[in-house]
């Protein structure tokens, strides 16, 4: 990896990693540029990885992978801890590495960080608590014995809008299952990626057990890895058209697939709502990481008794935000991650207003260098616009006015996503009926955020396959072994 020296006064250089991080070993390469969303400047090089590199990773992992299954999994758990350990004492630095090649202002790089080493926390306890089961046929005919076992080598691919967290929500149940994994990092945020990598050798993890390839061909690459049979799992995190190409190649070698897709959330406010905390929340929803993320609330579906004074809380609080550099302390909104992402956010934005449309605050692409778009409020947005059902992962608010409970749920369910919504009302009956009626894998009632490694994370229709988090997250890398015993 090639560090430019606009790059080499923000991060600690121990935390600079040297390539491509096979079988422990780091080689040596360049090829892919890594910008600074906030300047556009180049930061570093990172290697181009071939399906060749990618092969040898295969070996690698192929190679540690019977010495970490006999690890005992208290051994397994420590070596976690220490890489939970390691992840909080150079927080700094990794937020900072984060703010940089990602955009996202520093408090939000520095809550990913403690929520990505959350997860080597939380999977260092769950690695030595796997379940298994004992049972009696109804038939008494013999006893029923499950073990569960790791899955094998697991490629797992991660976007760059949480290049902390989305690996470690992977690597951490993977390792604590005793699976070896080949991590495919985001090509905008490699840096971080290698940062952990360095860390996780300093933790303990065995050559081999952890490899990271990054790839200016993620498909070629990808597909190769699924056809060899050693490769047993895929775990994705990205856009729901990739993730149905991948599901699609996985099928070919039948590859256990857990897939955390794109999201289009609903934020439902009722007139009973607590309008305060209500604004609190929508502020949390929408502009964690400047609007970047999976979960982030995309619909705000406002009753019309309460509708008018949203829309001016809301309005004053995305017009006070202070927008910079990610790594500028007084930051709230930083860049976005790429020109392209500010000129889609720009499409969606003015389709909507020629569909009827008005901007209370925002509304246009901020000149000069970086990637910028400013908060941005939209209300009286047709149900019709491209942006009622599209991804904006950007830091705009449409706002809808709606009259019942029963259009609330009918608007929220009105999209292929089912990944995160939202409600707030002071009646907790309505939430949990509205709950009910909302097709989601995970809802906030009343509340803004709802990430955290104790608790299932994932989604449902084409928001993706699977769960990571919590006490099953484990699951998703083992393999359920049935024996049948009669004594
Ligand atoms: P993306 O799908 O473009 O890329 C994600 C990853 O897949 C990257 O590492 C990329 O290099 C790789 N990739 C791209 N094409 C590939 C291919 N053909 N084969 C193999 N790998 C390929 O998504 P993105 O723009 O990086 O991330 C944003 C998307 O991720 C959004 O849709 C967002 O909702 C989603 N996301 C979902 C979650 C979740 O948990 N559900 C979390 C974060 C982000």
Redesign the pocket.
Known sequence: MTLHTKFAGYADPALHAQGLYIGGQWQAGAGIPVLNPSTGDVIAEVPDATIADAMSAVDAAEAAAPGWRATPARQRSEILRRWFQLMTDHAEELATLISLENGKALPDARGEIGYAAEFFRWYAEEASRIPGEYRHTPSGSHTILVDHEPIGIAVL??????PAA?AT?KIGPALAAGCTVIL?????TPLTAFAMARLGAEAGVPAGVVNVLT?RN??P???AMLADPRVRKLS????????R??LA?AAKTVVSCSM????NAPFVVFDDADLEAALEGAMIAKMRNAG????AANRFYVQAGIHDDFVAGLTARMAALKIGAGYDPATQCGPM?TQKAVQKIDHLVSDAIRRGARTTTGGAPLPGTGYFYPPTVLEGVSVDAEIAHE?I?GPVAPVYRFETEEEAIRLANNTEYG?AAYVYTRDLKRAMRVGKGIETGMLGINRGLMSDPAAP???VKQ??LGR?GGVTGILEFMEAKYYAVEF
């Open positions: 691919i991660t976007p760059w809008n949480f989305m929500r495919k990092p985001a090509s905008e790839t993620p498909g690459v990808t597909s994705f995190t990205g856009s729901t058209g990739v993730g190409t991948l190649e955390e897709l794109g999201g970047e993320a999976c979960t991650i991804e992962f990944l994370f994932g989604g928001s993706g990571e």
